[in-house]
């Protein structure tokens, strides 16, 4: 669950006084301080503009914090030489909001690109991407291209290509927001299965009623600044 | 499913063959340059061995009695740098002056001594010199002075023709660098999207790397094949005893640079995409 700036520093991540801001402008995070223990699920909530996708991009690396110390793994993120950050980078699976599938690969293929890009791509991979594409229930659109596909099988084969390099830590940014209810509720189911397995989930959303549906721990943004809401176990 | 996965969608067959083709035409210029730098050298070097590396000697002879051959020989000869020193025999007197004089009988006339000097690297007032010390009267005959204004001139060709290939090259170069630059906006979603999955800056760069080098390769070869069919087409449509081409026959190892220009054009644009790609991931965090 969430912790203050005393939990262990073995923790998945550890934000200490945070702030960004881009460029010269004013701060979009402000004294960010929290703790996200191994194992566990939380989402991001907040309104739109309080600052999700930015903390997100700070969580997988694609921004570095204007102030502040983020500790990742274990790894204090600002004093690791950029050479090793590819590697950090490989235990996190991203759900991008807009999915970025990459339409000149197959379906199958998309969801084996982390794997190919990292040089992990080896005899089982087709097997593991093959099984993956079936849990996500794409199993008859293994060569389709992303643009044949509908939102929601996008949505998908986006947490498909997240799982299999079996991130450590897997952050989705409003996952369900261009699903249906009945969509979100098995997309949902499929986060916390990947959380029973032993992954850490961060998912950034604003549907009130799927955190209801799906009770877990929350880290609130608002204004830039952190509220922490401990969620109820279900 | 393909062995490897293309990181980068295929590009269009329009801009692929526009570029292949911009590749060609400098690889064709940078041939055509280097083979006529190699070219122009030869006939300076061919002129400045034959002629301009020439001198010739006049010794008079007089009732006196000129030197003895053989001791104007030696004592050139000991000049350093003198190769060769031949004694014009006299029929090919004779057959100088065949032209002037006709068939009639020369016995009798006091015919100069001739003589071939080769110069090597050897200082011509040193040559002046020592036929001095045994023959006075004698006088030398430089053939580099009349020559050394074509000399010039070709030097100067040949330094353009450099300057034309290094330009070239690095027309080349900066054409891979703004395509590679505009090929990384173009990607720039594959880009992030790959970086954020933990790809290196080197894997990311080799499909870059791997396009600019295949088309690298493919333009060097059409441009250098090009250039070839037009020496051939020049070689057959001139007579080249005429205009000295024979002269400028290239040897061996020019013609291994200018097989060296495809691999060049090859790895030059390889490298230059390379870096610039590694140069534009190093601002990403």
Redo the contacts between chains.
């Keep these: 669950m969430a912790g203050g700036p005393g939990a262990k520093l073995g923790a998945m991540i550890r934000f200490e006084n945070v702030g960004l801001r881009y460029g010269s402008g004013p701060e979009v995070l402000r004294d960010l301080t929290f703790t996200l223990e191994d194992g566990t699920l939380h989402y991001l909530t907040g309104v739109s503009g309080a600052g999700k996708t930015s903390l997100l991009r700070l969580m997988y690396l694609a921004l570095r914090p204007t102030r502040g110390l983020i500790h990742l793994f274990g790894h204090d993120v600002a004093r690791t030489p950029r050479h090793t950050l590819p590697e950090l980078r490989r235990r996190i699976g991203v759900v991008f909001q807009d999915y970025r599938l990459l339409d000149h690969l197959t379906a199958l293929e998309n969801v084996l690109l982390p794997l190919a890009v990292t040089g992990r791509l080896d005899d089982s991979s087709l097997i593991h991407a093959e099984e993956l594409m079936h849990w996500v229930g794409l199993q008859d659109y293994l060569h389709a291209r992303p643009p044949m596909l509908s939102g929601g099988q996008q949505q998908r084969l986006a947490i498909a290509r997240a799982v299999i390099g079996r991130p450590k830590l897997l952050l989705a940014d409003e996952p369900t927001g261009n699903v249906d209810d009945q969509l979100a509720h098995r997309l949902m189911r499929l986060f916390e299965e990947l959380n029973r397995h032993g992954t850490t989930v961060v998912i950034a959303t604003h549907n009130a009623r799927l955190i209801a549906d799906f009770p877990h721990p929350q880290l609130r943004l608002e204004g830039g600044m952190l509220a922490t809401v401990p969620g109820r176990g279900r | 499913?393909?062995p490897?996965?293309?990181?980068?969608?295929?590009q269009g067959p329009g801009r692929q063959r526009f570029l292949l083709w911009i590749i060609a035409l400098m690889a064709y210029l940078a041939a055509l340059a280097l083979m006529g730098v190699f070219m122009i050298g030869n006939v300076i070097s061919s002129w400045q061995a034959t002629v301009g590396g020439v001198a010739t000697v006049v010794v008079p002879t007089p009732p006196e009695g000129a030197p003895a051959p053989r001791v104007v020989v030696d004592r050139l000869l000991a000049v350093e740098g003198v190769t060769a020193v031949r004694v014009v025999p006299e029929w090919e007197l004779d057959a100088l002056l065949a032209p002037w004089l006709g068939e009639a009988d020369l016995e009798g006339l006091p015919l100069p001594q001739v003589y071939e000097v080769v110069l090597g690297r050897a200082d011509p007032a040193r040559v002046r010199a020592a036929l001095a010390a045994v023959a006075p009267d004698g006088e030398i005959t430089e053939h580099q002075a009349p020559i050394a204004g074509l000399v010039q001139m070709g030097q100067s060709i040949r330094a353009v023709g450099v300057l034309v290939v290094l330009l070239v090259v690095a027309a080349a170069a900066g054409t891979v660098v703004f395509t590679t630059r505009a090929s990384l906006v173009i990607h720039q979603?594959?880009i992030?999207?790959?970086?954020?999955?933990?790809?290196?800056d080197h894997?990311?760069a080799r499909p870059f790397r791997e396009r600019a080098l295949q088309m690298g390769l493919a333009g060097g070869l059409v441009g250098v094949g090009g250039a070839l069919m037009t020496l051939v087409l020049v070689v057959a449509m001139v007579d080249t005893d005429m205009v000295g081409l024979s002269r400028a026959a290239m040897t061996g190892w020019q013609w291994l640079c200018v097989a060296a220009i495809p691999p060049a054009f090859a790895l030059v644009p390889m490298a230059t995409a390379h870096v610039t790609v590694l140069r534009a991931l190093?601002r990403l965090?």
């Design positions: 499913m393909r490897t996965l293309p990181l980068l969608p295929r979603h594959i992030d999207l790959v970086h954020m999955m933990g790809a290196t894997r990311i190093s965090p």
